[in-house]
């Protein structure tokens, strides 16, 4: 199926810096949602996004709702060492049931 | 907080068995979504339903079929299990209106392996 294109694919950083990602489509979408996925574990939610140009935060974690709605950008800041996981990004096709999700972003973090 | 769970975190099966995996929500969402999710294929729809004994296919439906007898449960059949089919299985739900209807919620997967 579709995907949606994350960058970078893996990151390496060292405990407490800051991590920016993105998530790009070529499809126009009305909500963006950015999920956490520990190796073995389901997805979690860490921040939806409904309008284009909203800056949202959870803690650490901002996420920014592109102008032009076809991205979506992650930041971590102060990164720590439970961090560490794949972070996808996902948005629901307009008009149906169906989403689509991102390729994730692999982080690991050195202590 | 909403919570999803799923029937077993891990699962071993031969090849031929029927098998059933189970999800239960308590947050009365009216959708219900299965996944399965794959190294280097990423999260892929197999069914979903929007109510009650109401379902769609997804993605890649061949080889399984779903049952939503009651709300909060939404269960996934593999008919005749085949080795292709072992992967992360994940289950999520949705509300259908208001502020949150488009936040998936998942549960922590079940790891199938098929013999």
């Known amino acids: 199926g579709q995907q949606l294109n994350q960058s970078p694919q893996s990151m390496f950083i060292q405990e407490g810096e800051d991590v920016s990602m993105n998530c790009t489509s070529s499809?126009?979408?009305?909500?963006w949602l950015w999920y956490k996925q520990d190796p073995g574990e389901g997805p979690v939610l860490l921040i939806a996004?409904?309008?284009?140009?909203e800056l949202t935060s959870n803690g650490r974690l901002t996420a920014q709702f592109g102008i032009t709605r076809k991205d979506s950008f992650l930041n971590i800041s102060a990164s720590i060492p439970s961090d560490v996981g794949i972070y996808f990004c996902?948005?629901?096709?307009?008009?149906?049931?169906?989403?689509?999700f991102g390729t994730g972003t692999r982080l690991k973090v050195l202590a | 907080d909403v919570k999803v769970t799923q029937s077993s975190r891990y699962l071993v099966k031969r090849t031929g068995e029927k098998v059933f995996l189970e999800c239960v929500q308590d947050?009365?969402?009216?959708?219900m979504f299965w996944y399965r999710q794959d190294p280097g294929l990423g999260l892929r729809l197999i069914y979903f339903?929007?109510?009650?004994?109401?379902?769609e296919k997804g993605d890649i439906p061949e080889g399984y079929s779903v049952s939503r007898e009651k709300k909060e449960r939404f269960s996934l059949i593999l008919e005749s299990a085949s080795t292709n089919q072992t992967s992360m299985y994940l289950c999520?739900?949705?509300?259908?209106?208001?502020?949150?209807?488009?936040?998936?919620?998942f549960g922590p997967g079940t790891r199938l392996t098929v013999l």
């Open positions: 999520a739900s949705s509300p259908l209106i208001g502020r949150r209807y488009n936040e998936q919620f």
């Open positions: 499809s126009i979408f009305n909500t």
């Open positions: 996004l409904y309008k284009a140009g």
């Open positions: 996902a948005g629901p096709f307009s008009g149906t049931y169906k989403y689509i």
């Open positions: 947050m009365d969402h009216e959708n």
């Open positions: 339903s929007y109510d009650v004994k109401m379902k």
